[in-house]
């Protein structure tokens, strides 16, 4: 069995950044539309460059492997359920029901899938597949739904959809790190440096927003019954039907091997990423249950992926 103290060292950094935030909240030390400013340069600066750089620089055959169809499922699941659960448990609307189902079934697989997966498995090769179709398929659709379910402007829709990724760094960003990947160009080492300098800023920088979001704010928790069992909900998802899921049909289905199996149930047992509440600050949508999904799953994972460590391999 893998030293618990090394997998739980991963979790440090996101504690730390997101006590940093709510005590430059607390302190007042940046005013009041410190949070704001910050959310933004996260979602219109610092992720698209990290995204870019690192989509030009992966070689998409990593993207297609049986190991991803587990993965697939048990993120396909975990996100209907929370937009099913959004929609008709709770009567959510729609931009709502897009960041619930993000909520459920969006992993960190960035920040802290790579140390996990390094303790965990020994490498992070598999992490790299996991951002691939996070960034490829799952952001957007749910960016789509975002989209389409805060719109105030009249006109055709599909349109408007057609037009999203001239309008949204993300997906704009993401669409040329590809095509700069699928035809093998580089940028000079120079402007490629910078690129990634940049997008080093997204993580701790969505963290610390993240926690100034805490400060004089309601948590769903103290929001009432409703709240508490929506947030009930996606953190059960998230952190325990995601893997079972993976689980099953990878070992039932897809017949893979101890360690594909293992690689693949970790990754679905991490934690919702800090993206989820990048996104409806962006988009306007209630950031009480992605604000406490992130912290409340962050915090039940280190439980599951320890339990799910030792089950796995004490074998």
């Known amino acids: ?62 993207f297609a492997n049986s190991s991803m169809l587990a993965f697939a499922a048990g993120t396909l699941v975990a996100s209907l359920l929370g ?98 990947s699928a035809a093998g160009w580089h940028l000079p080492p120079a402007l490629g440096h910078s690129f990634e300098l940049l997008g080093g800023a997204g993580v701790p920088t969505a963290l610390i927003t993240l926690g100034m979001s805490l400060h004089a704010r309601p948590s769903a928790t103290a929001e009432g019954g409703v709240l508490r069992a929506e947030l009930g909900l996606s953190v059960l998802t998230k952190n325990m039907v995601q893997p079972l899921v993976a689980f099953a049909v990878g070992s039932l289905l897809l017949h893979l091997t101890a360690h594909q199996l293992l690689a693949v149930v970790i990754c679905s047992a991490l934690p919702t990423a800090q993206n989820v509440f990048v996104y409806a600050r962006q988009y306007g949508v209630s950031t009480a249950l992605p604000r406490d999904s992130v912290l409340w799953s962050t915090l039940v994972s280190m439980v599951t992926l320890s339990g799910i460590d030792w089950a796995m391999t004490a074998h």
């Open 1 to 62: 069995m893998h030293s618990l103290q090394p997998l739980l060292a991963s979790f440090v950094p996101i504690w730390v950044l997101t006590a940093v935030g709510y005590l430059v909240s607390r302190t007042g030390l940046l005013g009041e539309q410190a949070e704001a400013v910050l959310g933004k340069f996260v979602f219109h600066v610092a992720m698209p460059a990290a995204l870019f750089t690192m989509l030009a620089k992966a070689p998409l055959r990593t």
């Open 83 to 180: 937009w099913g659960g959004a929609r008709w448990l709770f009567g959510r609307r729609p931009a709502d029901q897009a960041i619930s189902g993000m909520a459920a079934g969006y992993v960190n697989s960035a920040n802290l899938g790579i140390p996990v997966a390094v303790q965990v498995l020994g490498d992070a090769s598999f992490v790299g597949p996991v951002l691939l179709f996070q960034v490829l398929l799952v952001t957007p659709v749910i960016l789509g739904a975002l989209d389409a379910g805060t719109s105030t402007e009249p006109g055709n829709r599909l349109a408007r959809m057609l037009r999203l990724p001239l309008r949204n760094p993300i997906i704009m960003a993401s669409t040329l790190g590809v095509a700069c």
